[in-house]
């Protein structure tokens, strides 16, 4: 520090200043001899290792690495002795109790008042949250990899199926727009959750939106968090079940409704069923539209008959009659639910 006629004046407090900041300090501040003898350790270090400074200081550091990566301090002492900073690099350190933590270190030379390198000390930052962070970031990459594979599959059966079944470009393009609409919305409640699932409530709710007259549509069953393929392939069902029936039947003319319920078999985990019945009835208006296209097999009922339940190691049964259409799937809970969530009690819900 200078004075104002221009001479160093030493600061008597600088030191204990210097103390307080490393003491205090959110980092592990570790200093070491050149024989890796530990001779200063702070607070957050103890709390960073486990160790006290009473127990640490006098003892390798050896004691922090690991058997494997001991080579590592071999290299630091040899770079330290000649002189050179070590800039931040992460690596491995063990506690106290023997578990491991992923570090990044910055190592520095320590001089003596001639100048000569008498030592190193070390900062140590705790960087496993950051990497539990970047692995759950890659994990998650490569589901949304695999789900966007899967999607263009899909994508790409939709539009083979129906160019087979369409009668001219603009119902293929319209057909097309809202196949993949529905596939988009799926996709969504998937996206909001991160991959771990969705209400079976929501999917529903979500699919037949669309079409309207909520008030015609109840719903009933247990609370359920569908895994993702489920949720794929049970929105694919739900939007030609609701589609088939805004055209021609329960929500094409007045009077029709639709119930849609579903149940859990009781039973040990792993043999429990899934249950679920889509029954809608017609008014008069649409038993006419409905009976002249019930023979038409097109890409729904495809979706309905062979897609959906096969995806999900299911069986399915799709019966029309006039006024009315009824679709069952049956299908193991664990091919359906995230696993350990299930049914808790029955629980009605309308729309």
């Known amino acids: 520090m200078t004075n104002p006629g221009g001479t160093f004046r030493h600061d008597p407090n600088a030191d204990a200043r210097l103390a307080a900041i490393v003491d205090s300090s959110y980092d ?25 400074a009473e127990e640490a200081i006098g003892r390798s550091i050896l004691m922090l690495i690991p058997e494997h990566m001991q080579d590592e301090e071999t290299e630091i002492i040899g770079r330290i002795r000649k002189g050179e900073r070590i800039p931040s690099f992460e690596t491995v350190r063990r506690r106290k109790d023997g578990s491991l933590i992923t570090v990044s270190l910055t190592i520095s030379p320590i001089k003596n008042n001639a100048g000569e390198i008498i030592g190193a000390s070390t900062i140590a ?119 088939n029936s805004s055209k021609y039947g329960a929500l094409a003319g007045e009077g029709g409704r639709i119930e849609i319920t579903w149940q859990v ?6 043999q429990r069923r899934f249950h679920l019945l889509w029954h809608e009835t017609s008014g008069a208006t649409a038993v006419g539209a409905e009976q002249k296209t019930s023979e038409r097999k ?46 808790e009690g029955d629980t009605d819900f309308s729309v």
């Open 28 to 52: 592990a501040i570790v200093g070491k001899t050149l024989d890796s003898v530990i001779t200063d350790w702070n607070h957050a270090a103890e709390r960073m290792f486990g160790h006290t």
């Open 125 to 243: 930052r705790d960087i496993s949250a950051a990497k539990e962070s970047e692995r759950r970031i890659r994990l998650l990459m490569r589901e949304v990899n695999h789900r966007v594979k899967n999607q263009f599959a899909v994508i790409l059966s939709m539009i083979r199926e129906t160019s087979k079944r369409s009668t001219d470009p603009g119902e293929f393009e319209e057909l097309i727009r809202s196949r993949i609409m529905a596939l988009s919305r799926s996709h969504d409640l998937l996206v909001t959750s991160e991959w771990a699932g969705a209400s079976l409530f929501d999917l529903i709710q979500e699919h037949l939106k669309p079409f309207g007259h909520e008030e015609r549509i109840s719903l009933s069953g247990p609370l359920l968090t569908l895994q993702s393929n489920a949720v794929q392939n049970l929105g694919m069902a739900f939007h030609e079940l609701g589609t």
């Open 265 to 270: 078999e009781p039973g040990p985990q792993a």
């Open 298 to 343: 097109g890409f729904g009922t495809v979706v309905l008959q062979r897609v959906a339940p096969q995806s999900l190691s299911g069986s399915s049964s799709l019966e029309r009659s006039p006024g009315s259409v009824k679709w069952t799937l049956d299908a193991p809970l664990e091919a359906i639910v995230v696993p350990q969530l299930g049914a």
